[in-house]
């Protein structure tokens, strides 16, 4: 049993996103052969060129590929991901502030009204490895519409806004990329 659960650790994944900064641009135009590079270490013998996380979110199982689409005529492209066990999942780019803030806070409040059968708290999980950033668990807001109908109530006050209000948000993002 012990076997099985250290393979089932080895086998999770985090999905993360890393950016050169832009000037190394101007950094490889300087010096094409990059001998300059082998010189001009950084800070104590490091990197000279240093990424940035942009984000980081566990998964939970292994990611096998990875696809940059578009799932309906005429809509957004998303990312969509597949996993050794035959889960599918999707990134989607958020296109205003507005949304950004709506969907941290709906989140926020699900993991405290919602939480997970097994006990475990939400936020642990998604930041097993690294903690999570920039990335919101869409399937856990999803579950707004599963929830009793007086904490829906509770959670939409405050938000601002009505249960079929939130509702409707989150109809509106899916329809926007998936369905």
Known sequence: ??????????????????????DVNDDV??????????????LLSGASQKVDSVCNYHVG????????????P????????TTMSGGVGILVPF???????????????????HPPLCGRDHLH???YYFPC???????????FNSIEPGKRRSIAEDLDRTPSEVAKKLEDMRTRFAF
């Open 133 to 143: 950033k920039n990335v919101i668990d869409g399937d856990l807001c999803e579950q």
């Open 61 to 72: 199982e292994t990611i096998m590929s990875l696809q940059k689409t578009t799932l309906v």
């Open 125 to 127: 999980y998604r930041s």
């Open 29 to 42: 135009d300087e010096d094409p052969t990059g001998t300059k590079s082998l010189w001009d270490r950084g």
């Open 95 to 113: 296109t205003s502030r507005e949304d950004i803030d709506f969907f941290q806070h709906l989140e926020m409040h699900m993991r405290q009204e």
């Open 74 to 81: 005429g809509g957004s492209e998303c990312v969509v991901y």
């Open 1 to 22: 049993m012990n076997v099985l659960a250290e393979i089932q650790q080895q086998l999770t994944v985090v999905l993360f996103q890393m950016r050169l900064n832009e």
